[in-house]
């Protein structure tokens, strides 16, 4: 259901005011989140506007500010590797993926280059394949949250993270392996 | 101290620990061979996979975001924006009526017939085939709501002015029949040419009234359209060199209204009558009323490319390019009612009525919550309006015989 409210009020709870200042607030931070899943910008702001989309359909939103950011940030990631699970996506994430790499022209060689992009490629390939909470975690805790923060936002026991995060960098490297073959990094 | 757990060593790699449980596992692991041997291997995953994570980032920090930019992208993007969220329409002039509460919901019918007309006969993508020349025929098999809004043209006086003088000179109007009164269900379908169906929850006596049918034909005028969206101010959507001269022509059917519940008599601006005193939200609890009305029929020619209009359709309603397109993809245009939901609507849900698809609207005016629900089956469209609850509306469809 979409819910919407009386004007000047969203959603039974968030204000006009209050939506504005989250939205500028965490906007860069989830596109970040989403461009880091998903490779390509113009996409990961298209997925960060269908999270504070969401946001603003939102029926109920009487949490804390605080809550609310950990919701953005779990939404931004659900959103992201649903998009990188969409296998009619694929196609579509391996071109842009490719545009970005062309795109941002780092300052290094055309193999490097090759060779960054092939890596991204295939770190987004095992994420979209072990289990979405626990890409979900990874993704979070490379963007530098706090075990903390990882709690609050994936809404997970703050004394099993260290455990789930064990948990997901094996199936990472297990799903890595049979894909990609052993490799140095992995 | 018995060996460290799992989530404790990594929580301690982390250094996520207070300084007390450092010093704790600090102090076993300096006489535990095995504990400091999995820990050795926690943190050489975690290097693994963490380099693996970190080539991702590299690449997102590149791009500068400039969030107060995105925010007027976002506000722009869905439509009536953060800043005129939906605000209710307080036209109803007098709401002790019922005739004045369905009144309430008529823009939103309204609306859904007029997105026919203007989407469906814009956007109907069949025949492309040069062999196909005969016209194309749209009839509505289902309901899509959509969010539209129109309000960047509200308050635009030259371009209503400039739509009123187009329609004038280009719309054919060849039945515009009035409203008219019928005593039973038998009198109400020989009226409108199809059978009136009614509630078998409701077991009082309905009243009938027979709309009229309405028609009219148009030959388009690109030239005169485009200015029409440079007025709006939207020069930037072109619309294609194959809609000049098309002609489009649109059949509204008779429509039957079937009335239930003891519902106040009209109480018109100026009458001598007192006003009801029964508070309205009560006065109006018992009553209903469902539209029914056929299909209407748009015919186009087979050859325009009306798919790419409907998205300049959308594009005028302010949705974005891509969401536009998006939107368009989604819909079958060969049998869809295209569904506005109105800005006072509080909310909408997709049910399930009858065995097909329908979509419940609910809005909230002066006299409390009201709701419309709206579902076609075999051809015919059908719009419940009631007041009060409306978790009582699909079992009240239901009841359809």
Redesign the interface.
């Known amino acids: 259901?979409?819910?919407?409210?009386?004007?000047?009020?969203?959603s039974e709870g968030i204000r006009?005011g209050e939506?504005?200042t989250l939205?500028?607030?965490h906007?860069?931070r989830v596109?970040?989140i989403l461009?880091?899943?998903v490779?390509d910008?113009g996409w990961a702001?298209?997925l960060?506007?269908e999270v504070?989309?969401k946001l603003?359909r939102r029926?109920l939103a009487q949490e804390p500010e605080a809550n609310v950011g950990g919701w953005l940030y779990r939404t931004s990631t659900n959103l992201g590797i649903d998009a990188l699970r969409a296998t009619a996506r694929r196609s579509r994430f391996e071109q842009a993926a490719g545009q970005?790499?062309r795109q941002?022209k780092?300052p290094e060689n055309g193999f490097e280059r090759v060779e960054?992009f092939e890596?991204?490629q295939r770190?987004?390939t095992v994420l979209a394949e072990i289990k979405p909470p626990q890409a979900q975690l990874?993704?979070m805790?490379?963007?530098g949250d706090?075990?903390k923060e990882l709690s609050a936002a994936l809404e997970i026991e703050p004394?099993?993270?260290?455990?789930l995060?064990?948990r997901a960098?094996?199936a990472?490297?297990q799903r890595?392996r049979e894909l990609f073959g052993s490799e140095e990094?992995? | 101290m018995n060996c460290v757990?799992?989530?404790?060593?990594?929580?301690y790699h982390?250094a996520?620990l207070s300084a007390v449980q450092d010093a704790e596992i600090e102090a076993h692991l300096s006489r535990c061979a095995d504990c400091g041997k999995r820990l050795g291997e926690?943190a050489a995953?975690?290097a693994?996979?963490?380099?693996?994570?970190?080539?991702?980032?590299?690449?997102?920090?590149?791009?500068k975001?400039d969030?107060?930019a995105?925010?007027s992208?976002?506000k722009a993007?869905?439509g009536a924006g953060?800043?005129?969220?939906?605000?209710?329409l307080d036209f109803v002039a007098d709401e002790t009526n019922v005739r004045a509460r369905s009144r309430r919901w008529r823009p939103l019918w309204i609306g859904a017939v007029a997105a026919t007309i203007l989407l469906c006969s814009l956007a109907f993508p069949f025949g492309r085939g040069l062999a196909q020349r005969f016209l194309g025929t749209l009839r509505v098999e289902k309901v899509q709501p959509v969010?539209l809004d129109f309000s960047a043209l509200d308050g635009n006086r030259p371009l209503q002015e400039m739509l009123r003088q187009m329609i004038s000179d280009k719309v054919v109007v060849t039945a515009d029949e009035k409203p008219q009164p019928a005593s039973t269900a038998a009198d109400a379908s020989q009226l409108a040419g199809f059978s009136a169906h009614m509630l078998d929850a409701r077991t009082d006596t309905p009243k009938f009234i027979v709309g009229g049918q309405h028609a009219f034909h148009m030959t388009i005028d690109r030239t005169r359209l485009q200015d029409i969206f440079d007025q709006a101010g939207r020069a930037d959507l072109l619309l294609p060199a194959t809609l000049d001269g098309a002609s489009v022509s649109v059949n509204v059917p008779r429509s039957i209204m079937v009335e239930y519940g003891d519902c106040p008599e009209a109480h018109p601006a100026g009458s001598t009558q007192p006003k009801p005193t029964q508070p309205r939200a009560a006065a109006w609890a018992n009553c209903l009323a469902l539209q029914e009305v056929p299909s209407p029929v748009v015919n186009t020619p087979s050859d325009l490319n009306l798919e790419q209009l409907a998205e300049i359709g959308f594009q005028l309603a302010g949705m974005s390019a891509?969401q536009a397109r998006s939107l368009g993809q989604t819909i079958d245009w060969k049998s869809t009612l295209v569904l506005p939901?109105p800005r006072f609507?509080?909310?909408?849900?997709q049910v399930t009525v009858k065995g097909v698809q329908g979509t419940l609207i609910e809005g909230s005016g002066r006299g409390g919550p009201d709701y419309v629900l709206v579902w076609v089956k075999n051809g015919i469209i059908y719009g419940l309006v009631g007041h009060g609850d409306s978790s009582n509306a699909v079992a009240l469809a239901n009841t359809l015989n």
Do not use: C
């Open positions: 259901m979409w819910a919407v409210g009386e004007p000047g009020v969203m006009v939506f504005e939205f500028v607030k906007y860069p596109v970040g461009r880091r899943i490779g910008h702001e298209d960060a506007n504070f989309l603003y029926p970005d790499a941002n780092p960054r890596r991204e770190v987004r990874l993704v805790r490379a963007s706090s075990y004394g099993s993270v260290g455990t995060l064990v960098e094996a990472f490297e890595y990094d992995v | 757990s799992e989530n404790s060593l990594r929580a982390d996520e926690i995953t975690a693994r996979v963490e380099k693996q994570m970190v080539s991702l980032g590299a690449a997102s920090a590149e791009t975001i969030a107060q995105a925010l992208r976002f993007q869905q953060v800043e005129t969220m939906p605000s209710r969010r891509t939901i609507a509080t909310s909408y849900s």
